[in-house]
């Protein structure tokens, strides 16, 4: 079941939340709202689920006009940032909750909900963590168990707020390809906000780049990290070394994007070290081209830094490799 | 040379002054008054003590007391909680006003409030005449000495719910709502139990107000003996015929009860509490 979203607005007094939104997010895709903050992608995804109405345009559910429908009864299955799990319940009942709630005539029977737990707590793997309260789990723990609850009411769509925001790194990246393993296992058609590219990336089948209550581009990671459509998304996606070039236009291209040379090179343009630092297996160099111009950074391998015996004030060669050109019209 | 702090120094300091400093105060507020009370009641023996606390007619008043502070707590528990909700959850004209009219039974004093109450529930009273139409006697019965309880103990639970109301996150209704909770589904289930400690300690406040409670309660009580004569007015009574010890035993088995019923109440929350740490 395909989810549009079609001209979609919202105001918060003057300030313009999502101006004229509209998107088709694909069945059984995971997708991602990846944008700064404020760009409105939380607003959006908050809209979709109906814990927020648009000032204008439609949510559909497949062919169904679900914009006036109350969350209750949209089907989807929320996970928020903090998680929102119910303080005072152990994990097995905050994961039962959305089934002991349902009208008596369409609720499952005790064992019936007893076995979807179970299973549920299988799925996220904390099958031995039913009756803890979460207060006593970490936080990797707790976003598992919400998203165990929110999978309970079998969603016809599942939203996750920056679902990994909260989170250390390490538990943050683990639990990033773990809930892409479970969208492979499960292929409910799902939605995730996040702020942080890699993320977007790594995870997502599709990502919708916002920015200022529009959305600037929407594809495969592929397509929108080699083609970014915009300045916007360029620089957003990554650092850009930016280039005038006659008629106005402007040359992008990214830190890796360079080869690097210790001596004179057909092509290549001079600069000096400002400074060098190793990150990782990655050397990144902070270089002011000698024909003037803005500094550059460039990245190269850690190796091939230190052959080059990079220092600060030593002069090297650079050629880009790949850019992207915009018309100055486009930079606005 | 450089000498490193002790490693057994606590991150916050000052324990051991500010657990002086509360041990010192509360006696002298608190314990000290009534370890006096203790003593004083000592000046009778056994079967004296006894024949004082345990006549007929003081019995009545611990009954009449207990029972109607109890019951009145517990009205208050229930419109207390609603009061608090719609402060909370609902902008409308004049809220602030509601918001400042809730204190008002802290600061009136309480003859004051006793005075009106009985002249609006006295049978030739406002409220009091519909009530005798329909059989019900209000002013000086028990039922009088409740309204006087619950006027005075209704800004406990109003003001021990409505903060944590205030900090409860708009989220945990909203994944409720999500999940295919009703609204009253997701009152009872997720709400209400985040709520119920503050309102447990709402009411025993309300109840402890309304044990000690004196002055609003002998204008609407009437004070007849055996029937709405409350502890306070017994002891007072006893002071007013120079019977200190008398007066005093009375109130020692009153703080007891009070004493262990208040213990029990904060078990019974540290035990809900605890279940959710």
């Known amino acids: ?332 | 040379m450089f000498r490193f702090p002790s490693c057994r120094r606590k991150v916050i300091p000052g324990f051991g002054l500010s657990l002086g400093f509360t041990l010192f105060y509360l006696g002298l507020i608190v314990i000290i008054p009534l370890a006096a009370t203790f003593l004083k009641s000592a000046e009778l023996d056994w079967s004296e003590f006894r024949a004082t606390v345990g006549s007929p007619r003081v019995m009545a008043s611990y009954r009449l007391s207990f029972g109607a502070s109890l019951a009145a707590a517990l009205v208050n528990g229930v419109f207390g909680f609603l009061t608090a909700w719609v402060l909370v959850r609902y902008s409308f004209p004049g809220r602030r006003i509601v918001d400042a009219l809730v204190d008002l039974p802290f600061a009136l004093p309480t003859a004051v409030a006793g005075i009106a109450l009985t002249t609006i529930y006295a049978e030739t009273g406002w409220m009091g005449q519909w009530m005798k139409e329909v059989g019900i006697k209000a002013a000086f019965s028990p039922l009088g000495i409740m309204i006087a309880l619950i006027f005075v103990g209704l800004p406990f639970v109003v003001r021990t719910i409505q903060p944590v109301l205030e900090d409860l996150d708009a989220e945990l209704e909203e994944v409720a709502a999500s999940l295919g909770a009703s609204r009253f589904k997701t009152i009872t289930k997720v709400v209400f139990p985040s709520v119920f400690p503050a309102l447990i300690t709402g009411i025993a406040l309300a109840f402890a107000r309304g044990v000690g409670e004196y002055g609003s309660v002998v204008f609407i009580s009437g004070n007849m003996p055996m029937k709405t004569e409350i502890t306070p007015l017994l002891i007072i009574t006893k002071l007013e015929q120079y019977d200190t010890a008398g007066a005093t035993a009375i109130a020692v088995v009153m703080l007891v009860i009070s004493f262990v019923l208040l213990l029990l109440i904060n078990l019974l929350q540290a035990g809900y509490a605890g279940r959710r740490a």
Request: proline share 4%; net charge neutral; with cysteine.
């Open chain 1, 1 to 332: 079941m395909n989810i549009e979203v079609r001209n979609i607005e919202k105001r918060y007094g003057s300030f313009t939340a999502l101006g004229d939104v509209s998107h088709v997010f694909e069945s059984g895709k995971l997708s991602a709202l990846l944008g700064p903050s404020g760009s409105g992608k939380t607003t959006l995804l908050r809209i979709i689920a109906g814990l927020e109405n648009a000032d204008q345009g439609q949510v559909l559910f497949g062919c169904e006009d679900a914009s006036h429908r109350h969350a209750r009864y949209r089907g989807v299955g929320f996970v928020f940032q903090h998680y929102a799990l119910f303080r005072h319940m152990t994990v097995f009942e905050n994961i039962a909750f959305g089934l002991r709630v349902k009208a008596r005539s369409q609720r499952p029977s005790r064992s019936e909900i007893r076995k979807k737990v179970e299973r549920l707590l299988k799925l996220v793997q904390l099958d031995w963590l039913g009756g803890r309260m979460p207060s006593e789990l970490p936080g990797g723990q707790r976003q598992r168990v919400a998203l165990a609850r929110a999978l309970a009411v079998e969603p016809r769509l599942l939203l996750l707020d920056e679902p990994f925001g909260a989170l250390d790194a390490n538990v943050r990246s683990e639990l990033r390809q773990w809930l892409r393993r479970l969208h492979d296992e499960i292929h409910v058609t799902s939605i995730f906000v996040t702020h942080d590219v890699e993320e977007a990336l790594e995870v997502s089948d599709q990502v919708v780049v916002m920015n200022a209550g529009k959305i600037e581009q929407s594809g495969s990671p592929d397509e929108v990290y080699d083609h970014p459509a915009s300045p916007f998304v360029y620089r957003f996606l990554g650092h850009a070394n930016i280039f005038q070039v006659a008629g106005g236009s402007s040359l992008y291209v990214r830190p890796h994007d360079f080869d690097v040379f210790g001596e004179h090179f057909p092509g290549a343009i001079a600069a000096q070290v400002l400074g060098c630092r190793s990150v990782g297996a990655i050397g990144r160099i902070d270089l002011q081209p000698n024909n003037g111009g803005d500094p550059l950074q460039v990245e190269t391998d850690k190796n091939s830094m230190r052959s080059m015996q990079v220092v600060e004030g030593k002069t090297l060669y650079i050629r880009p490799r790949a850019s992207k050109q915009y018309t100055a019209a486009a930079e606005i």
